[in-house]
């Protein structure tokens, strides 16, 4: 019998498809820590890529990006939820006022063109009812909408901004209901 030496591989596996693309957003009193707390992202990062054993994620270093806007801090990567060394950082280096954590974090524009005068809870009233329930969906996490006068004369726009977990993908949005706006020409998403 032939004896050769030991080996023993470390594999880290890809994230399963319970993953998704997480968005973390801190926010500072100040550019000034927001800075700061870069600067220790950017030595995490580096250590992890250096010593990966030492941590306990399912992706790479590699594959995650962070910017600083002003006073946020914000730190992408696709993950089953890994994320207990970054929101170290985030907290420790420098006392964030707030940070949130997003799954497939969407920034939309949502407009609705109805009759002019309207309001949103007349609105819900002529409208069908997935789209009665989709305005007051929006009303509840967006609070009240922007209204604009169409070039028409006769009809407004009831506009709301959302940020956060992804509602919207290939033209329906998911409320805790499916609605499809692909066939409604006053409906608009950017």
Same mark, same amino acid.
């Given at each position: &019998? @032939?004896?050769?030496?030991?080996? !023993?591989?470390v594999f880290k596996f890809? *994230?399963?498809?319970?993953?998704?693309? #997480? %968005?973390l957003i801190a926010t500072y009193k100040g550019a000034v820590r927001a800075e700061k707390v870069e =600067?220790? $992202?950017?030595? $995490? $990062? =580096?250590? &992890?890529?250096d010593h990966c054993d030492d941590y306990d994620t399912d992706w790479s270093p590699d594959e995650a990006s962070f910017s600083i806007s002003g006073n946020k801090v914000w !730190? +992408?990567?696709? %993950?089953?939820? #890994? $994320?207990?060394?970054i929101e170290s950082i985030l907290r420790k280096v420098a006392v964030p006022e707030e940070v949130e954590c997003y799954r497939d974090y969407q920034e939309l524009t949502v407009r609705v063109r109805v009759p002019r005068g309207l309001t949103p809870e007349s609105a819900m009233l002529i409208l069908d009812k997935e789209e009665a329930e989709a305005i007051k969906w929006f009303k509840e996490n967006c609070g009240? *909408?922007?209204?604009?006068? @169409?070039e028409d004369g006769a009809h407004q726009t009831l +506009?709301? !901004? #959302?940020?956060?977990?992804?509602? #919207?993908?290939e033209s329906t949005f998911y409320l805790g209901f499916e609605f499809y706006v692909g066939d409604r020409n006053y409906w608009e998403v950017e």
């Open positions: &019998m @032939c004896s050769s030496p030991s080996e !023993f591989y890809r *994230p399963s498809s319970h993953s998704d693309d #997480y %968005t =600067k220790a $992202l950017q030595k $995490l $990062l =580096k250590d &992890m890529k !730190f +992408e990567v696709y %993950t089953a939820g #890994y $994320l207990d060394d009240e *909408p922007k209204v604009e006068d @169409c +506009e709301w !901004f #959302y940020s956060g977990d992804g509602i #919207y993908s």
